[in-house]
């Protein structure tokens, strides 16, 4: 199933999440994801993902419970699905802290470039 979710900028890329969010997956999941890009379009969103729902917020609004700090152009590939966020990630290109463990569920509440 190819996806529609097709932004342009890495900022819509993050402001969009909630397009392809699967309020199914999220079944009892609480997660706070802080996205701290930089490069050519620099900027931090905080994404809440709580009882089924995900928020979108311009911003570092709350503690998060796993960071992701990457170039603005390596998130928009991924968002994008030309290129896989696992292999960037193996490959060193971007960095994940907090619950690292959470991000193994990112691709299924958020299946981005499918």
Not at 21 to 34: H, K, M, S
């Amino acid at each position: 199933m190819a996806s529609t979710f097709q932004p342009t900028t890495a900022s819509a890329a993050v402001d969009g999440l909630h397009q392809v969010f699967d309020p199914a997956a999220a079944e009892g999941v609480e997660a706070t994801i802080l996205f701290d890009l930089g490069g050519r379009e620099p900027g931090q969103w905080t994404v809440v993902v709580r009882d089924s729902t995900c928020r979108v917020m311009k911003g570092r609004t709350m503690e998060p419970t796993v960071t992701l700090t990457m170039d603005s152009d390596l998130w928009l590939a991924i968002a994008r699905g030309e290129k896989s966020g696992r292999d960037a990630f193996m490959n060193g290109e971007y960095q994940v802290s907090g619950d690292v463990m959470f991000m193994m569920r990112f691709g299924k509440l958020f299946p981005v470039g499918g």
